[in-house]
């Protein structure tokens, strides 16, 4: 049994384990460069234009590859091919671009034209044409060099809010013969005009390793920069200790409008120099979500080294670039600089004086019950203050660690525990008993597979961004189980499989599917298979999932059927529309599908009038089918 009992701490503690990383770079083959004046404007050339978005804007789950141009909430903007070339892909479809064309050109580059509403007549017949060959209502089709040639300047489209667009725009990109993302602004477009240099919202400085500390603590301090002489600085200076990190939260504004846009550079230097440039130009598609690596949150941008991220943004490319580690009672000064694409600049100064560790600090607030928090693989617990005693007893396996508070005051404790050396089955706080909920570390770069009870988690080579140390909760009822995966802030590459048995279920399995739970009590259809009480899903996000049962068929609501065209409302109550199928007289009739409005809408071939039995299935993602029949004179 375990004795607990107040322990005067050393100024400084130590684990004396020893981690070995491999780092390692992903190099890419050079690209094209953009050649200024080789692209034109794809929208109103010649003339000024705006925009709501552009290349390395940070959105809520990605990186933003390219510009969206502002139509005034009006669908109908004709669009202009950017130069000379031909269709390479064209696209319709529900989700995603939307009706989208990508043109290559001679130099080798793609130009991407999204959220179209629809085409110039010649290509809108061509692909209705290739619709009704292969009777799919959504299509994607890759053309070789001379099949549909395009003209710089030739009206290719008209701009829309297909796909998943929240407003009339279009999203135009320029990519690299490699299908890489480049920033289309370099290409110099004169008709957009930005003159006004970024803003920084927020400053962060992080701890990087279980000896750091910001002002005495392991915790991210987040600091608002004052603005100073047409400049910016953070008034206070930073104690800190050990290895630490910057990162921003800032934005760029171009001339004439009001949207919060992203910038490609930032250049770090203190009192000695330089230490590191950071720019985004160019993202490779295979990697679009490691961007979120480079991401606290996906809100502000990490100004260090990550080794598990495959893009180099960094110069130089090193283990230690932006790590910073201060000599105790030294003081540096340094200076960021916010670069856009236009090399507007904004300056940030901040000073960092390093200290030494203090085992003795004020961590606010006792807390009632233990306040438990992770970071990557840190584990930090605070608890309060009690007379039965300092050390802490973690369980490894077979073994057990007594360890001292990280710091402490009379109010409270605070406990570190790197995740690397073991996961604790048990903690003794001596006040409480705790049991992390870590179903267990998933290396990244390997298949692996966890199970615990009624659990199996399993990961593929390319499933994680990042080393990941798993948390799992349950709870609800048998009849309503509940199953939390990971953190929402946490993301991941590709997806990893579940394997869940909820023993004591007893609704219809058959239309019985694993959903995506959102605070607000909201679901979105994951899916999933059952093989007796287990059911099988994947998941591309963590979250809070739970069962539900569909058995609703879609709604089919007619708003016009006529000799002329059919169109419809469709919407579904739970899992949401999967296919939708008409015919007419038992022909196949092309049906357009737009999900924002949940209306769909007949092309029919060649314009003709349509005559006969008309028939309307929709199918939801759950296999319930509801149909519609009538006849058309």
């Given at each position: 049994?375990?004795?607990?009992?107040?322990?005067?701490?050393?100024?400084?503690?130590?684990?004396l384990f020893v981690f070995a990383f491999a780092c390692?770079?992903?190099?890419?083959?050079?690209?094209?460069?953009?050649?200024?004046?080789?692209?034109?404007?794809?929208?109103?050339?010649?003339?000024?234009?705006?925009?709501?978005?552009?290349?390395?804007?940070?959105?809520?789950?990605?990186?933003?590859?390219?510009?969206?141009?502002?139509?005034?909430?009006?669908?109908?903007?004709?669009?202009?091919?950017?130069?000379?070339?031909?269709?390479?892909?064209?696209?319709?479809?529900?989700?995603?671009?939307?009706?989208?064309?990508?043109?290559?050109?001679?130099?080798?580059?793609?130009?991407?034209?999204?959220?179209?509403?629809?085409?110039?007549?010649?290509?809108?017949?061509w692909i209705k044409t290739k619709a009704y060959e292969?009777?799919?209502?959504?299509?994607?089709?890759?053309?070789?060099?001379?099949?549909?040639?395009?003209?710089?300047?030739?009206?290719?489209?008209?701009?829309?809010?297909?796909?998943?667009?929240?407003?009339?725009?279009?999203?135009?990109?320029?990519?690299?013969?490699?299908?890489?993302?480049?920033?289309?602004?370099?290409?110099?477009?004169?008709?957009?005009?930005?003159?006004?240099?970024?803003?920084?919202?927020?400053?962060?400085?992080?701890?990087?390793?279980?000896?750091?500390?910001?002002?005495?603590?392991?915790?991210?301090?987040?600091?608002?920069?004052?603005?100073?002489?047409?400049?910016?600085?953070?008034?206070?200076?930073?104690?800190?200790?050990?290895?630490?990190?910057?990162?921003?939260?800032?934005?760029?504004?171009?001339?004439?409008?009001?949207?919060?846009?992203?910038?490609?550079?930032?250049?770090?230097?203190?009192?000695?120099?330089?230490?590191?440039?950071?720019?985004?130009?160019?993202?490779?598609?295979?990697?679009?979500?490691?961007?979120?690596?480079?991401?606290?949150?996906?809100?502000?941008?990490?100004?260090?080294?990550?080794?598990?991220?495959?893009?180099?943004?960094?110069?130089?490319?090193?283990?230690?670039?932006?790590?910073?580690?201060?000599?105790?009672?030294?003081?540096?000064?340094?200076?960021?600089?916010?670069?856009?694409?236009?090399?507007?600049?904004?300056?940030?100064?901040?000073?960092?004086?390093?200290?030494?560790?203090?085992?003795?600090?004020?961590?606010?607030?006792?807390?009632?019950?233990?306040?438990?928090?992770?970071?990557?693989?840190?584990?930090?617990?605070?608890?309060?203050?009690?007379?039965?005693?300092?050390?802490?007893?973690?369980?490894?396996?077979?073994?057990?660690?007594?360890?001292?508070?990280?710091?402490?005051?009379?109010?409270?404790?605070?406990?570190?525990?790197?995740?690397?050396?073991?996961?604790?089955?048990?903690?003794?706080?001596?006040?409480?008993?705790?049991?992390?909920?870590?179903?267990?570390?998933?290396?990244?770069?390997?298949?692996?597979?966890?199970?615990?009870?009624?659990?199996?988690?399993?990961?593929?080579?390319?499933?994680?961004?990042?080393?990941?140390?798993?948390?799992?909760?349950?709870?609800?009822?048998?009849?309503?189980?509940?199953?939390?995966?990971?953190?929402?802030?946490?993301?991941?590459?590709?997806?990893?499989?579940?394997?869940?048995?909820?023993?004591?279920?007893?609704?219809?399995?058959?239309?019985?599917?694993?959903?995506?739970?959102?605070?607000?009590?909201?679901?979105?259809?994951?899916?999933?298979?059952?093989n007796e009480n287990q059911i099988r899903f994947k998941?591309?996000?963590?979250?809070?999932?739970?069962?539900?049962?569909?058995?609703?068929?879609?709604?089919?609501?007619?708003?016009?059927?006529?000799?002329?065209?059919?169109?419809?409302?469709?919407?579904?109550?739970?899992?949401?529309?999967?296919?939708?199928?008409?015919?007419?007289?038992?022909?196949?009739?092309?049906?357009?599908?737009?999900?924002?409005?949940?209306?769909?809408?007949?092309?029919?071939?060649?314009?003709?009038?349509?005559?006969?039995?008309?028939?309307?299935?929709?199918?939801?993602?759950?296999?319930?089918?509801?149909?519609?029949?009538?006849?058309?004179?």
């Open positions: 049994m375990k004795k607990c009992y107040m322990s005067k701490l050393s100024k400084r503690f130590h684990f390692c770079s992903l190099n890419f083959a050079v690209g094209q460069e953009i050649q200024k004046g080789y692209f034109q404007s794809p929208v109103k050339p010649g003339q000024r234009n705006y925009l709501s978005g552009n290349f390395s804007e940070l959105r809520p789950n990605h990186f933003h590859t390219g510009l969206d141009y502002k139509f005034g909430g009006v669908e109908g903007e004709p669009i202009y091919a950017a130069a000379e070339g031909w269709v390479h892909r064209i696209k319709i479809s529900s989700f995603g671009y939307g009706n989208v064309i990508y043109l290559k050109h001679p130099s080798g580059h793609i130009t991407l034209y999204g959220h179209l509403r629809n085409f110039n007549p010649s290509l809108h017949d292969a009777k799919q209502n959504e299509l994607e089709l890759f053309l070789e060099e001379g099949q549909l040639p395009i003209k710089k300047g030739e009206l290719i489209a008209y701009g829309g809010n297909t796909g998943s667009s929240g407003g009339p725009h279009l999203h135009f990109e320029i990519r690299d013969s490699l299908d890489r993302a480049l920033d289309p602004l370099l290409a110099g477009f004169d008709e957009i005009v930005d003159k006004t240099p970024p803003t920084p919202q927020k400053i962060a400085i992080v701890p990087l390793e279980l000896d750091s500390r910001v002002n005495g603590k392991f915790q991210r301090v987040e600091l608002s920069p004052v603005l100073s002489g047409g400049n910016y600085r953070i008034p206070e200076t930073i104690k800190v200790t050990g290895k630490v990190g910057l990162e921003i939260q800032s934005y760029d504004k171009l001339d004439g409008a009001e949207n919060q846009n992203g910038f490609p550079r930032f250049e770090l230097a203190d009192d000695s120099g330089h230490l590191l440039n950071l720019q985004i130009d160019q993202v490779d598609f295979n990697y679009t979500r490691h961007f979120l690596l480079h991401t606290h949150r996906n809100r502000f941008t990490k100004l260090y080294y990550q080794k598990d991220l495959k893009f180099s943004f960094l110069t130089p490319n090193d283990p230690s670039t932006g790590i910073l580690e201060i000599e105790t009672g030294i003081k540096k000064n340094f200076q960021l600089k916010l670069i856009d694409a236009y090399n507007n600049t904004r300056l940030v100064q901040l000073s960092l004086l390093g200290t030494d560790l203090d085992s003795t600090k004020s961590d606010g607030a006792s807390p009632a019950k233990a306040q438990v928090s992770y970071y990557k693989n840190i584990l930090k617990i605070k608890v309060a203050q009690t007379s039965k005693g300092g050390l802490a007893k973690f369980e490894i396996g077979n073994h057990s660690y007594e360890i001292l508070p990280a710091y402490q005051d009379a109010a409270s404790r605070t406990y570190l525990w790197d995740l690397r050396f073991g996961i604790p089955k048990k903690i003794d706080l001596c006040s409480e008993i705790y049991i992390p909920d870590i179903l267990g570390h998933f290396p990244v770069g390997k298949e692996h597979l966890h199970a615990v009870d009624n659990l199996q988690i399993r990961t593929s080579e390319n499933s994680l961004l990042e080393d990941l140390y798993l948390r799992v909760s349950q709870s609800g009822s048998p009849t309503a189980p509940i199953l939390n995966l990971g953190e929402t802030t946490s993301y991941l590459w590709n997806p990893l499989e579940a394997t869940w048995e909820v023993n004591g279920y007893s609704g219809n399995k058959s239309k019985t599917h694993v959903y995506l739970r959102a605070a607000n009590g909201a679901r979105s259809f994951v899916g999933g298979g059952w998941i591309r996000n963590f979250g809070s999932f739970v069962l539900a049962e569909d058995v609703v068929k879609p709604n089919i609501t007619p708003i016009r059927v006529s000799n002329q065209g059919l169109r419809f409302s469709i919407k579904d109550n739970l899992s949401g529309i999967k296919s939708f199928e008409a015919f007419v007289n038992g022909e196949w009739i092309w049906m357009r599908y737009e999900h924002k409005q949940a209306v769909i809408w007949s092309e029919s071939p060649k314009g003709q009038a349509l005559k006969g039995a008309v028939l309307l299935k929709v199918t939801d993602q759950a296999g319930n089918v509801a149909e519609w029949r009538s006849t058309l004179n």
